[in-house]
């Protein structure tokens, strides 16, 4: 297997194991091309997170390569990997807020690191705020928001800069099904950009509800491939379908 021009993330016989332990992901392999989206399923335990951490970059591989925007990151010098980082989106299970900043100035982050002028950065801030439903909570900190308002929050501030890749780990486990809905709707905007996406979820009902998704399936560290599709997927879903602009 050999990794083609204009893929997102190539991983080929990737393997990850902590310490001496048993590998905890084995032999993945598959191709991610602009503008794909995928949700990553699995029982508890069958490396989903892990998988995550390799590909927003927290976690170097035991063995195997894996190409990230055309680069080889396992040998990628560390004073890049903040550019990298840039180019991704990335929804926490546990949220990671900055405690001490508002709701808004989490959100945005990415576009200050990013070097937006303040003046720019204050309506797409507000209108993000406003359409995961936290308008009203704008100032408030991280400390006096429910689990659900800072899952919301970590969200905006992970699609606010319009990221390559949005990584996302279980992003509806806290809100009610109709936010959870909206959320998706959120991420196929974004999708429809060009952006590549990736949902780690248990909610199954999620599935149905995005057309031409594809299922990434990890049981036990493996990653299920019945038909080659993730190895060798078909090139109809480029960036060149995307439609620029497009809201559902």
């Known amino acids: 297997m050999s990794g083609g021009d204009g893929e997102v993330a190539f991983f080929d016989n990737v393997g990850l194991r902590y310490g001496t332990g048993k590998e905890i992901l084995t032999d993945i392999s598959f191709s991610l091309w602009p503008g794909s989206f995928y949700f990553l399923t699995g029982a508890s335990g069958a490396g989903k997170t892990s998988l995550l951490k390799l590909l927003y970059l927290a976690q170097r591989p035991s063995r195997g390569i894996i190409r990230m925007f055309g680069s080889d990151v396992i040998t990628l010098p560390r004073s890049r990997l903040p550019g990298f980082r840039r180019r991704l989106g990335v929804v926490f299970q546990d949220f990671r807020l900055v405690e001490h900043l508002s709701a808004f100035d989490n959100v945005a982050l990415p576009l200050r690191i990013a070097g937006v002028d303040e003046s720019e950065l204050v309506q797409p801030v507000s209108d993000m705020l406003e359409w995961v439903g936290l308008a009203h909570r704008a100032e408030a900190r991280p400390e006096t928001l ?37 959320l998706m709707r959120l991420f196929e905007s974004l999708n429809r950009l060009g952006t590549t996406v990736i949902v780690a979820t248990h909610d199954v009902h999620l599935l149905q509800n995005v057309r031409s998704s594809m299922i990434m399936r990890l049981d036990k560290g493996r990653l299920a491939d019945p038909t080659g599709a993730l190895r060798y997927p078909p090139r109809q879903r480029a960036s060149a379908e995307a439609a620029p602009g497009s809201q559902r």
């Open 146 to 182: 429910s689990g659900g308002e800072k899952q919301r929050v970590a969200i905006a501030r992970a699609v606010i800069g319009r990221p390559d890749m949005l990584l996302a780990d279980e992003p509806t486990g806290n809100v009610d099904p109709e936010m959870a809905l909206k």
